[in-house]
T-cell receptor
């Protein structure tokens, strides 16, 4: 009974391509997030999304765009993929935007750009 | 800007030894701090948060605003504690800033 799921688990693609990663949560949460984990295991927030309000980490290139068809889904679209985009991408969700809410993480999607 | 620092990338101890994973933060507001853990082949999950002042799996963490630290401690390490530990600070939008992580290895 998975709480936060991501597809695909692995994604291998070439530079310049456009790809999407899907995320779904069945917890009834209002807020979802995307994080990037680099090769040194450093985790960095990319976006948070709550009731159609998007909060972007200013360091994220505009090639990355989150899209939320409904409250339970937050997909990540990446245009013109670059080698440096290779990483593990984690989706997460929480009840809301309050800073005390626990975040529940998905299993991650390993993206490899060749 | 907020920052979280975990000075040790790897911490190796023997079973039964005390453990302290260090975390220091930099934040202009009132910090909300967490420890998240990632066991092998499992997803990242919350271990504990400073606001609840609880002990989970024998771990505790005290927020020291004077030293801007939130170190994670356990008096007697177990092999099953081996994992990657991340200290995190939550800021507006509930966006987490993570430290670089510390891999804890507990040897038998």
């Amino acid at each position: 009974d998975t709480a936060v799921s991501q597809t695909p688990k692995y994604l291998v693609t070439q530079m310049g391509n456009d790809k999407s990663i899907k995320c779904e949560q069945n917890l009834g949460h209002d807020t979802m997030y995307w994080y990037k984990q680099d090769s040194k295991k450093f985790l960095k927030i990319m976006f948070s999304y709550n009731n159609k309000e998007l909060i972007i980490n200013e360091t994220v290139p505009n090639r990355f765009s989150p899209k939320s068809p409904d409250k339970a889904h937050l997909n990540l679209h990446i245009n013109s993929l670059e080698l440096g985009d290779s990483a593990v991408y984690f989706c997460a969700s929480s009840q809301g935007l309050a800073v005390t809410y626990e975040q529940y993480f998905g299993p991650g999607t390993r993206l490899t750009v060749t | 800007a907020q920052r979280v620092t975990q000075p040790e990338k790897l911490l190796s101890v023997f079973k039964g030894a005390p453990v302290e994973l260090k975390c220091n933060y930099s934040y202009s507001g009132s910090p909300e701090l967490f420890w998240y853990v990632q066991y092998s082949r499992q997803r990242l999950q919350l271990l504990l948060r400073h606001i609840s002042r609880e002990s989970i799996k024998g771990f505790t963490a005290d927020l020291n605003k004077g030293e801007t630290s939130f170190h994670l401690k356990k008096p007697f390490a177990q092999e099953e504690d081996s994992a990657m530990y991340y200290c995190a600070l939550s800021h507006p939008g509930n966006m987490l800033t993570f430290g670089g992580g510390t891999r804890l290895m507990v040897k038998p």
